[in-house]
């Protein structure tokens, strides 16, 4: 009989995992305000922003649904299943199977939407921008599909390692990525200045690329976020064929698995898709502002509750195999305490200080704007925050389908919101329509959760 973990040494385990995550987290949020930091500098909310922001919309879509998120979380466990069996070699020729596969099937993908990225800016991503913008918007995206592909290697190689309990290099990957855009706007962008300390510092680029200099950053980042990561493939022996079977069972289970994270994932870049959609017909720097406040909202919800969520996850699932249904609920309490209790105070601390967070974070002439957006943002950061462990907690006992229903529901309500709130809110309207929504979600998955291990 196996013998049951101490519950105390089971929360040690779990809170000192957080703290690793947490710290890479950090860090890597770090160089990403950075990043907004020197491009909102260099360009302020406006057309040129709103345009590179908006071309990263389905080339994020395309990466989550085909390589990123979805096909990680597929290939993990099975990939962790041939570790666990000492089979290395097996282990090696899936993931080269699901490397090769995603590569592939991204590599298609991004072909044809680069060839019509012209049709789809104008009939589905900002139908509000200008001929001009809708132009600069397509080409941008263009080259930004050519960090997807990136990304698709680069992510299974990240969950290759991970599977390993080797987190160093996966953590300092996104660092990479955000050097490698700021690269792009201190080197490839256009002349400006910052201010240290009272003193002016003159920045002169290489080349003056404008906007299409920050798109080359990307590109960059990304070949970076996938090289860091090779000494760790290396240490571990890693072995790849240029190949693959559909009949091999490890690749067919990863894609049996991945079918539901799609679904669920989908809904979760529809409603981004949506957002921008409807913001590309407010003023000017609306999508800018959306962007900004979205990105300072993110910063306690990721260093907090996506480090305990991703911490959390494994011990979920090993009471949920073992059906101690006691232990997982009380597990999932724990967590969720845990995370409000950090973020309920954020959420009062991001509307008090939107303004100077804004300013310090993407300079005075964008602060009012974006803390504008923050202020609503903020409404939605506790059950924003909350869904990192309610939804793992149905993926632990195997259940997608619930979160998937739950999430398209709440989709809509957050649809729905922001089509009413933002003719008096403008944007602000926007971002509380996403809050409502969050919080509806979040709400229905717990209630749900403790409905079914009521009496437990």
Do not use: C
């Not at 809170?15 to 950090?26: E, K, R």
């Not at 009949?247 to 679904?263: A, F, M, N, Y």
């Amino acid at each position: 009989m196996q013998k049951l973990r101490n519950p105390t040494s089971t929360d040690r385990r779990v809170i000192f995992s957080a703290l690793i995550v947490a710290a890479g987290f950090t860090v890597s949020k770090f160089t990403g305000v950075l990043d907004d930091f020197i491009v909102g500098r260099v360009f302020g909310a406006g057309r040129e922003l709103d345009a590179y922001y908006a071309a990263f919309k389905l080339p994020d879509l395309l990466f989550t649904l085909i390589a990123g998120g979805a096909m990680a979380a597929a290939f993990m466990p099975v990939f962790s299943g041939y570790l666990a069996s000492g089979d290395r070699a097996g282990a090696w020729k899936l993931a080269s199977s699901t490397l090769n596969l995603a590569f592939l099937v991204t590599l298609a993908v991004a072909a044809v939407a680069a060839l019509i990225a012209p049709w789809l800016v104008r009939k589905f991503l900002a139908p509000g921008f200008e001929p001009d913008q809708q132009f600069l918007t397509a080409s941008l995206m263009r080259l930004v599909l050519v960090q997807t592909a990136v990304f698709s290697v680069s992510g299974i190689v990240m969950s290759a390692l991970q599977a390993h309990q080797h987190f160093l290099l996966p953590a300092l990957a996104p660092v990479m990525y955000n050097l490698g855009i700021i690269g792009g706007a201190v080197f490839l962008t256009r002349p400006f200045t910052l201010s240290a300390f009272g003193v002016p510092i003159h920045i002169q680029p290489i080349k003056e690329l404008g906007v299409y200099g920050l798109a080359a950053g990307v590109v960059i980042g990304a070949l970076m976020h996938l090289l860091i990561q090779v000494p760790g493939l290396m240490r571990f022996g890693a072995r790849w064929s240029p190949y693959f079977l559909l009949s091999d069972p490890g690749l067919r289970r990863v894609l049996v698995l991945l079918g539901p994270r799609i679904l669920g994932l989908g809904v979760v870049q529809l409603n981004a898709v949506i957002l921008t959609n409807l913001a590309s017909r407010l003023s000017e720097g609306s999508l800018t502002s959306l962007e900004f406040a979205w990105r300072l909202m993110q910063m306690p919800e990721t260093i907090v509750a996506t480090a305990i969520g991703t911490a959390v996850f494994p011990t979920l699932s090993e009471l949920a195999a073992q059906h101690r249904r006691v232990e997982l609920r009380a597990m999932m309490r724990k967590a969720l305490g845990a995370i409000l209790l950090v973020n309920v105070p954020a959420t009062i601390g991001l509307i008090l200080l939107a303004r100077p967070l804004s300013g310090f974070a993407f300079g005075s002439q964008n602060a009012a704007a974006v803390a504008y957006a923050l202020q609503f943002y903020a409404l939605g950061l506790a059950g924003h925050s909350a869904l990192e462990v309610a939804a793992r907690t149905f993926y632990a006992q195997q259940d997608t389908r619930t979160p998937l229903m739950v999430a398209a529901g709440s989709m809509l309500v957050a649809v729905t919101a922001s089509l009413v709130l933002m003719r008096p809110l403008s944007y602000g309207g926007l971002a509380l329509g996403n809050a409502i929504g969050f919080t509806v979600e979040a709400g229905v998955l717990v209630w749900l959760m403790e409905k079914r291990l009521r009496g437990a």
